[in-house]
């Protein structure tokens, strides 16, 4: 019984967090059922520093830089603060891409996507087979030897790079707001008070940064390992934004239609999560965890943050995100395939020679 | 000694898995240099009935596995 507490608490405890905050984000004036969704936000972000151009989704979001701050400043408390890096950035970087792709025809990162289930969303269970299917796809070139190639020792200024962005970030947002682009409406224009914001995503951060909570973790373990630490704080996630929502609203209604920011799409919501699970098995965890490994010093994972950059402008820029009226009005469909194409080299051809 | 410094998750419990299940070995040495490695070796390593020693090892780890 010790043995079981002293495994799940930490894990627990920050998946009851993280589905508490996100929920309180969003009775602070988040978007409904996003809280904390990372692809969003980073989207977000991408749209306030103009490299796409939909009005509705641009906002500097503070919770991005907390979330990075939060484990930044814990792991050099702990001295678990490492500068890292090496381990194929381009192919992390294109990985990238297509898992912001994957999550912006979604409509959210698995976190979004768990805390959409908590919120009564049932197009976010079609994702979650979606993701299951897409890490149970990416296991099998891990067990058959996959590998990006080791990380190695970097310079204390290039682990500090990424951290030290989100700072500047944070303070010229503050200091110079006009020079962002902030959306007057639609989701970009939803948000809690920036300070709030902050404190809750820095708690957030560094509780994620201790307990190693991943939601392509959860499933990749419980698969491989039969090793449920990570995914109880997964489920940990869905009981608090469940318990939330039902404290906040008073009820909670399971429906397909009408869910905030979400389409009925079933076959591209599956899809998307697809490319996103097989994708974060790859990288080596979702997106969440890449925000905290840059924040620890990993600047193979802040590499793959620049991906995640790319792939918003992308999927904004060709027409390839969905909005609550259904899916992009570009080659979304052609991108899906080329994607599962390229996720599918990237797994044959970083299979070590030698290994089985 | 199984090196399994800079190498992204789950690739060091990998490393040792396939080890353990090819070999059976009463003590396997293994080397990491982050803690999510050392935690998920450890739990699995608990899982097959091995007790964990842990030093460090400079700016890593060495994790000592011993039935």
């Given amino acids: 019984m ?47 520093v103009g490299f796409h151009g939909a009005g509705v989704v641009q906002y500097v979001r503070p919770e991005i830089i907390g979330l990075v701050l939060g484990a930044f400043i814990i792991s050099v408390i702990r001295r678990e603060w490492k500068p890292t890096g090496g381990s194929s950035p381009m192919t992390r ?9 994957g999550a912006l025809i979604f409509l959210g ?17 079609v994702g ?10 990416g296991v099998v070139p891990l067990k058959l030897g996959f590998t990006l190639k080791r990380a190695y020792k970097q310079s204390k200024v290039e682990g500090l790079i990424f951290p030290a962005l989100m700072v500047i970030l944070f303070v010229v947002s503050i200091l110079a707001p006009a020079l962002f682009k902030s959306s007057v409406e639609g989701p970009g224009s939803q948000h809690a008070n920036v300070y709030i914001a902050l404190v809750v995503a820095l708690i957030v951060g560094a509780l994620c940064q201790q307990s190693r909570l991943c939601m392509a973790g959860g499933v990749r373990d419980a698969v491989m390992f039969k090793d449920f630490k990570l995914i109880a704080g997964f489920i940990a996630i869905i009981v608090a934004v469940l318990v939330g929502n ?6 909670l209604a399971f429906s397909f239609e009408g869910q905030p920011i979400a389409h009925t799409d079933g076959v591209f919501n599956f899809l998307g999560m697809a490319l996103v699970g ?6 080596g965890g979702c997106p969440l965890r890449q925000l905290i490994l840059a924040g620890e010093g990993n600047t193979d994972s802040a590499i793959t943050i620049c991906g995640f950059v790319a792939g918003a402008a992308v999927a904004h820029n060709f027409g390839l995100a969905s909005s609550g009226a259904g899916i992009g009005t570009g080659p979304v469909l052609i991108v899906v395939i080329a994607s599962l194409v390229i996720l599918a080299l990237v797994s044959v051809f970083n299979i070590a020679k030698g290994e089985k | 000694m ?56 400079g700016d890593d780890t060495k994790l000592t596995l011993r039935k």
């Fill in chain 2, 2 to 57: 199984i090196d399994a410094r800079g190498l992204s998750c789950p690739q060091p419990v990998l490393l040792v898995q396939r080890f353990v299940k090819a070999n059976k070995p009463e003590l396997v040495e293994v080397v990491v240099d982050h803690e999510a490695a050392v935690q998920n070796i450890t739990r699995y390593a608990n899982s097959q009935g091995y007790c964990v020693d842990k030093a460090a090892d």
């Fill in chain 1, 2 to 48: 010790r043995n079981i507490l002293k495994k799940y608490w930490l894990v627990v405890l920050t998946g009851l967090c993280v589905g508490a905050a996100a929920v309180f984000l969003t009775a602070e004036g988040n978007p409904a059922n996003m809280g904390f969704c990372i692809a969003c936000f980073i989207r977000d972000i991408t749209g306030a």
């Fill in chain 1, 109 to 125: 990162c698995p976190l979004r996507m768990v805390i959409r289930i908590g919120g009564g969303d049932l197009n976010a269970i």
């Fill in chain 1, 93 to 101: 970087f294109l990985l990238g891409m297509i898992v912001m792709i």
């Fill in chain 1, 278 to 283: 097989w994708g974060s098995v790859l990288l």
């Fill in chain 1, 128 to 137: 979650l087979l979606g993701f299951v299917v897409g890490i149970l796809i």
């Fill in chain 1, 246 to 251: 039902l404290i906040v609203k008073g009820s």
